[in-house]
């Protein structure tokens, strides 16, 4: 029962749910960098029915709005933009654009916390000669309504972490308040209420809230299945 969900998922539920994003991303973002599934070496403690590994999109090219703009207010819904990739021009509301000099890359991580059974987006922000930035760059990087939001939130904060598979330091937004926003966020659901949350709900929803930080948005396409009917329950 949604009552009684706390808001986190298994790491097998974390593996279909993470699957069930990159197939949707690729359905409506086909002329965008792809997420994609990163099988890790399975550790001796862990069961081997479960799937080791984490979620990546890596060459990231975000617009980086004025902070005139953003004080104004302005919200960019949608924007005709030119994949790195392909010629192919989609109208989405993930705006991606070529590289210049002044253009910063972005590498995302979809990473699983045994901790704290959730998603945690790690991340690496690079100049365009491949150095990377330090986070008070970051931070001034993002847009000026998120950095503010971050400095004000309870649910989360920028930190330095070391990646858990990687073990290297990346980025990261902290996933202590997750799952009280994922129960928040996906117990409105009314046919949640009657059926148990759909794992391949889950990832869209949380993704829909992580990615604006980044100015990232989801195309409605996508918003729209939160909304549909799924098979496969979360467990408590």
């Not at 973002?29 to 029915?49: A, E, F, G, M, Y």
């Not at 960019?76 to 030119?82: A, L, M, N, Q």
Request: hydrophobic share 40%; charged share 20%.
């Amino acid at each position: 029962m949604v009552e009684s969900w706390d808001g986190t998922l298994s790491s097998t539920e974390f593996y279909v749910a993470a699957c069930a994003f990159a197939k949707q991303w690729r359905k409506f973002n086909r002329s965008l960098p792809q997420w994609s599934w990163v099988t890790c070496p399975k550790r001796p403690w862990i069961s081997h029915d479960n799937q080791v590994g984490y979620l990546s999109v890596e060459n990231v090219i975000l617009p980086r709005l004025s902070e005139e703009a953003d004080q104004k207010g302005d919200i960019i819904e949608k924007e005709e933009c030119v994949s790195e990739y392909e010629d192919e021009v989609v109208d989405t509301a993930v705006v991606v654009h070529n590289g210049g000099p002044g253009v910063h890359r972005y590498d995302f991580h979809a990473v699983y916390s045994a901790s704290y059974r959730v998603p945690v987006l790690y991340f690496l922000q690079f100049r365009a000669n491949g150095q990377p930035l330090l986070l008070d760059e970051i931070e001034k990087d993002i847009p000026v309504h998120s950095a503010e939001l971050l400095t004000r939130s309870k649910w989360t904060f920028m930190t330095q972490e070391e990646h858990p598979e990687l073990n290297r330091p990346w980025y990261t937004l902290h996933p202590c308040g997750t799952s009280e926003w994922m129960k928040l966020l996906l117990s409105t659901d009314a046919s949640a209420a009657q059926s148990g949350i759909p794992v391949e709900k889950y990832m869209i929803s949380w993704f829909s809230v992580v990615g604006q930080v980044f100015g990232l948005k989801l195309p409605v396409e996508m918003l729209n299945l939160v909304g549909a009917d799924s098979t496969i329950v979360c467990t408590q």
